[in-house]
């Protein structure tokens, strides 16, 4: 698959605020929102911290909910359905795909992830900020799909016998999984040119920090301001 954002960027049919797309468009008709919401994509090999810095993003960011995904993996203890996943079988996995209701999916460790479409593009049209725990497939899809309001960052752990030690001390996989984790992690972490913003996890308080203050500048970006033009012809007049 490619990474697409150049071809949004480059190729889109926009209007006097930089804007093309319909969610845009529809948008730029709310003046009383401040600005359109945000995709935040947060990618890590297992065990890099992507998890628990989306936690405490949520936790410290009032205006950042999380994306619910379909699974077909089981539920865990202390999992709830539509709190933690939409657990689905794979029958409704493929019924799902069927009907054209994935913004994106991807099969992960054996068992299948999507994000349903619909409450997505409701998210956007009400200016709200969407955080997404998905890997770089999904991330490219989503990308694909919905790339002008993407933030894409990528975590990377600060030496892979690190990553080793966080995935043992979870205590929740067995030597099999934890074996297969890091089999597959130098694979993941060869897609992080793929991502607009890519961070060393070598604290969590630091990375998440570091989250906030990329997702506050791309909230400041001219173009995710609805109304700013109408604001400032106002402000000097149309001769202007």
Known sequence: MHHFKGFFVHC???????????????AMDQPTRERRGLLIVLSSPSGAGKSTISRMLL????????SISATTR???????????????????????IDDGEFVEWAPVFGYRYGTPKAPVKDALRKGRDILFDIDWQGT??????????LVSIFILPPSMDELERR?????????????????????EISHWPEYEYVLVNRDMDKCLNQVRSIVAAERLKRTRRIGLVTFVRDLIGPAH
């Open 74 to 96: 089981p539920k865990r203890p202390g999992e709830s359905d539509d709190v933690d996943y939409h657990f689905v079988d794979d029958d409704g996995f493929d019924a799902m």
């Open 140 to 149: 490219q899809q989503l990308e694909a799909a919905m790339g002008e309001d």
């Open 167 to 187: 995935l043992r001390s979870r205590g929740t996989d067995s030597e099999q999984v934890v074996a297969d984790r890091m089999s597959r992690a130098a694979a």
């Open 59 to 66: 936790d410290a960011d009032n205006d950042v909910t999380m």
């Open 12 to 26: 889109g049919i926009r209007s006097l605020d930089g804007h093309g797309s319909p969610e845009a468009r529809a």
